[in-house]
């Protein structure tokens, strides 16, 4: 799926202050776990850092991630749903609560993880926005494999918002994954896609995970 084109309107999610009229690059460098707790930080096209990740090595929490913004500000708190209920369910399910002004938690969007991370195709992680009511009972979805640096992030109408990939002389040179990059698509709130991913790195056991 193409990812260029013109401005779209912005679509806040966390917030309008994450939405550019342009398309933007960032380059996601995962923390080393033994060092720093592991999780990630996403720069961009001039080194600074705009997104840090804390995963449960730095919290001390499993199933508990947290999104920052480049200052380190808490954006987005996100739970993975447990305890018998996620027992007795078919897909693990993963809450998102962005902050308000006076520090108060609100859901902003739901994520099932698949049955079986094993597999490469046919697996499906969907995410629902909790203000949106649309016909579906889901708003985007991840096709590829996460693991390969080869995945993107599809709305319900088909339209990829985000592309996850690794530059093939950067994969060559360093023969890991620790670098990546993420293509963002006019008006799609980073920050929002920046959970989303935080939360595949969990599902898929790497930096975020203890």
């Given at each position: 799926?193409?990812?260029?084109?013109k401005?779209?309107?912005a679509?806040?999610?966390?917030?309008?202050?994450?939405?550019?009229s342009s398309q933007?690059?960032l380059?996601?460098?995962r923390r080393?776990?033994?060092?720093?707790?592991?999780g990630?930080v996403?720069?961009?096209?001039s080194q600074?850092?705009v997104f840090?990740v804390d995963g449960?090595?730095?919290?001390?929490?499993?199933?508990?991630?947290?999104?920052?913004d480049?200052d380190g500000?808490a954006?987005l708190?996100i739970r993975?749903?447990?305890g018998v209920v996620?027992?007795l369910?078919?897909?693990?399910?993963?809450?998102?609560?962005s902050f308000?002004?006076e520090?108060?938690?609100?859901l902003?969007?739901?994520?099932k993880?698949?049955?079986?991370?094993?597999?490469?195709?046919n697996i499906?992680?969907?995410t629902?926005?909790?203000?949106?009511r649309?016909?579906?009972?889901?708003?985007?979805e991840?096709n590829g494999?996460?693991?390969?640096?080869d995945?993107?992030i599809?709305?319900?109408k088909g339209?990829?918002?985000?592309?996850v990939?690794?530059k093939?002389?950067?994969?060559?040179?360093?023969?890991?994954?620790?670098l990546?990059h993420v293509?963002?698509?006019?008006?799609?709130?980073?920050a929002?896609?920046?959970?989303?991913?935080?939360?595949?790195?969990?599902?898929y056991g790497?930096?975020?995970r203890c």
């Open positions: 799926m193409e990812m260029g084109g401005a779209t309107n679509m806040p999610i966390i917030s309008k202050l994450f939405c550019s933007v690059v380059v996601v460098r080393p776990r033994v060092i720093n707790g592991g990630f996403v720069t961009d096209s600074t850092v840090k449960c090595g730095v919290l001390g929490t499993k199933g508990e991630l947290i999104v920052r480049g500000g954006l708190l993975r749903k447990g996620q027992a369910s078919i897909h693990g399910q993963w809450k998102g609560y308000d002004y520090g108060l938690q609100k902003v969007f739901s994520l993880e698949p049955k079986s991370c094993l597999a490469r195709n499906t992680i969907r629902s926005i909790e203000h949106n649309g016909h579906k009972n889901w708003d985007f991840i494999y996460f693991p390969d640096r995945c993107s599809v709305d319900s339209n990829t918002v985000a592309q990939g690794v093939k002389e950067v994969d060559e040179f360093m023969g890991s994954k620790d990546y293509v963002i698509k006019p008006g799609i709130d980073q929002f896609v920046f959970g989303v991913i935080a939360v595949l790195d969990y599902i790497e930096s975020t």
